[in-house]
């Protein structure tokens, strides 16, 4: 063990502080080596000490792999579901990324997603039933950041278009089959995100129809509050179209229960091919 007598080799700082991540404080806890000394030598071997802002990292965090398809994935997926904000203050250098699920399946998507980067935190089930969960990331995520975070760009190439969409779909799209007919639909408050999913669908082939908007802003619902503004509805129904359409998301869906149910829809769309 280092004391304070002996040498203090670079090899030693570079496993102790780099690799292993340990505070000053910690080194002098763990091997009675002031922390005035180990700073100093920091200098000397000219190993850059930690920031304020990582210092006060607890946890293992890893960057974003930068991988296209990946980033217009989360941003569809943020838009639809999560909470994303700087985690104390706009000076952090962490993002808390979270929300609120009664699906088990989506705690397991969202624990899938971030783990590799960061600390997942999950609470316990309130009254009904929905879980918390909350990841904690480095800044390598602040593209997912509101005021920042621009998904404009996944139109340029088909695969990342479907990419956003396929994390738009697993947060806010629906598949279902209503007489008899499957339905691939999106919903949102936001009417400029789900024009931007009919310009891309119809961009790379896939027809679709009218965006509907409903009239209920102003309505209680049944959690109490008045809605602030109308809900606007993007569906696909015609045969060939669904086909389609769940051919170029399959790569890209990742929510276990969308799945299921899109393998229910190509079902439907097998039987009605045989019927007809």
Known sequence: MHTMSTTITKAFLMDAYVRKSLSTWAIEKKFGIPRSRVYSLLKRYDI???????????????DFSGDLCDKAYLIGFAIGDLRVRKHNGPQSGTISIGCGSTKPAQIRLITNLFSKYGRVWKGKPDKRGAINIEAFVNTTFSFLLPGICDYHWCIKHK???FAFLGG???AEGSFFIS??????SWGNYDSKILRFIKTGLEKFGISTPKIYTDSLKGL???HGY???ENYHHLSC???????TLLKELDPFLLHE????????????????????
């Open 48 to 62: 850059m000490p930690r920031t304020i802002v990582q210092s006060h990292v607890r946890y293992a965090r890893a």
């Open 179 to 184: 007489n008899n007919q499957a339905f691939v």
């Open 159 to 161: 695969k990342h278009f």
């Open 257 to 276: 229960d969308k799945r299921v149910k899109m393998t229910c829809l190509r079902k439907n769309l097998i039987m009605r091919r045989t019927q007809s």
């Open 226 to 228: 008045a809605r602030n």
């Open 237 to 243: 129904v015609r045969k060939e179209v669904v086909w």
């Open 168 to 170: 738009f779909t697993d």
């Open 220 to 222: 209680v619902g049944s």
